[in-house]
């Protein structure tokens, strides 16, 4: 089995991100906030909406009904009644996952 925990070294928070895309991009850190919070903001409206939002190479992220359902509390063995929601699903597209693999 393996382990599959996140370090700190591991994580890329958005600050880092940020600058990252600043670097990359030659925008400011401020104009490249701006442009992933449009960004972010406009994939959530549109997964809200039930569509899907696809970048060719990357992936897609999509929504899927998940059906109610009942569950079992492993310290008491009690039953409970999950309700039905939506979830967000995220399709890796096949340039990232050859880059990455």
Do not use: C, H, Y
Not at 25 to 41: F, H, M, V, Y
Not at 53 to 79: D, H, M, Q, W, Y
Request: charged share 30%.
């Amino acid at each position: 089995m393996t382990d599959n925990s996140i370090t700190k070294d591991d994580l890329m928070k958005k600050a880092e991100f940020i600058d990252a895309v600043a670097e990359k991009s030659g925008l400011s850190k401020k104009d490249a906030n701006e442009a992933l919070n449009a960004i972010l903001e406009t994939i959530t409206e549109a997964l809200k909406a039930k569509k899907t939002v696809s970048f060719i190479g990357f992936g897609s992220f999509s929504t899927v009904e998940r059906e109610a359902r009942e569950a079992r509390v492993p310290l008491t063995g009690k039953t409970v009644q999950i309700p039905a929601r939506n979830a967000v699903k995220f399709k890796v597209g096949k340039s990232l996952k050859d880059t990455v693999a």
